[in-house]
């Protein structure tokens, strides 16, 4: 793991708390930006099961982010109503993956 990865983690890690407030403030999913750190900034969705997906960037329109999010919201309840997943377990769907991919590019390239 290289320091930038590890800074990246942290400045995520760090994002929580602020996300831990304003979830119950907010009426919506759609947290838009909870934290940010020198350049660099830190959107928030929390979906109703309290998972929470953050995309940490610098200079992103919020249409980019909230499109990726709602990919990525909709990819990640299609792998929630799967039967027989176990939804306290990691999701390691190598097309799930593939898929968020996918998104990024199309959203952010």
């Known amino acids: 793991m290289d320091a930038n990865s590890q800074l990246f983690e942290f400045i995520l890690n760090a994002a ?4 831990e407030v304003l979830q119950w403030k907010n009426n919506s999913m759609y947290l ?15 979906t ?4 929470k997906f953050l995309l940490l960037h610098e200079n992103r ?3 980019q982010i909230k499109n ?3 990919e990525v919201y909709d990819l990640f309840v299609h792998v929630m109503l799967n039967p ?3 939804s306290t377990s990691r999701i390691d769907s ?8 996918m998104s990024i590019k199309k959203n952010f390239v």
């Open 61 to 63: 329109s919020e249409d």
């Open 94 to 101: 190598s097309a799930f993956h593939q898929k968020v991919s």
């Open 32 to 46: 838009k930006k909870v934290d940010n750190y020198q350049d660099l900034s830190v959107h928030c969705l929390v």
């Open 16 to 19: 929580l708390d602020p996300i």
């Open 68 to 70: 990726f999010f709602n």
């Open 48 to 51: 109703p099961s309290n998972a």
């Open 84 to 86: 027989f997943y176990d």
